[in-house]
């Protein structure tokens, strides 16, 4: 059998930037109605996992519309600064943001995770969630976020995986290939979107890749643990 060939997508910015624009508006419940809710178990966990103490100053790499940022937020009275390529969902970012009861801990920026504005050691603290798996660049991420990290920040990133058990990861695979992309198109009412989130998930690395790439790239690994028979992977990681 053929090796499989892993992270083969085009993810280049000026590919992903209108895929997301065109997704902003109901990107928000499909991401419900498709983890019915679980997500924001992931987030809290992934957030909690950073240990933000009020005063620390927090990026949030890929932040779409913001669900990680408004959560540290809630979390300490830190300053988390949301960046992102797409400005509609950088719109739909401010817009919850505005509604949330600390409106002033956020702010957005548009711009890409690989290349930011900030200087060296700015954030305590650094997270990505549902966003590696859709840069083209991963390993200039990593380099990016350790160059804007203080010496002993956290990264925490959250991502899909697929379950390892055989029966789950089949009963999965067959939701996530036939089935996911009819609900999306029913709750979000277009299917592309779910096309590409089946395809860029069945395409990304598995744990174990993603765990040697993070080392590979200046970080310390301290915690790698699935999520829900495996669907959703948390890795947290520090900068030496
Ligand atoms: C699936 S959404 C995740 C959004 C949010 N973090 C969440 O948990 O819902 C992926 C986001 O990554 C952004 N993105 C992809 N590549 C990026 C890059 N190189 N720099 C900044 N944002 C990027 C997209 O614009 C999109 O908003």
Redesign the pocket.
């Known amino acids: 059998m053929a090796p499989e060939k892993k992270n083969q997508m085009d993810?280049r910015?000026k590919v992903?930037?209108p895929?997301?624009n065109r997704m902003a508006a109901t990107?928000d419940r499909g991401?419900r109605a498709l983890s019915l809710l679980i997500?924001q178990i992931w987030?809290r966990r992934t957030v909690s996992a950073l240990g933000i103490r009020d005063g620390q100053y927090i990026l949030?790499?890929?932040?779409?519309?913001?669900?990680?940022a408004i959560e540290a937020a809630r979390q300490a009275d830190c300053r988390v600064a949301g960046?992102?390529?797409?400005e509609e969902?950088l719109r739909v970012a401010r817009g919850k943001n505005a509604q949330s009861p600390f409106p002033g801990r956020c702010f957005f920026l548009q711009?890409?995770?690989?290349r930011t504005p900030f200087r060296d050691g700015s954030f305590n603290h650094a997270m990505?969630?549902?966003?590696v798996?859709?840069?083209?660049?991963m390993d200039g991420?990593f380099r990016e976020t350790l160059r804007i990290l203080k010496p002993g920040g956290r990264f925490a990133i959250?991502e899909f995986s697929l379950p390892e058990a055989p029966v789950i990861r089949q009963v999965y695979l067959f939701y996530f290939k036939r089935v996911l992309p009819l609900i999306g198109a029913v709750v979000a009412g277009r299917k592309e979107p779910y096309f590409y989130?089946r395809d860029s998930v069945l395409d990304f690395e598995p744990p174990r890749a993603l765990e040697e790439r993070i080392r590979r790239n200046g970080f310390r690994l301290i915690l790698s643990r699935p999520f829900t028979f495996g669907i959703c992977h948390l890795y947290v990681a520090e900068k030496p």
């Open positions: 993810k910015p992903i930037r895929l997301f990107y991401n997500d987030r949030d790499i890929a932040t779409g519309t913001a669900d990680m960046i992102d390529l797409s969902m711009g890409d995770g690989t990505i969630s549902f966003g798996r859709n840069v083209q660049d991420l959250l989130l």
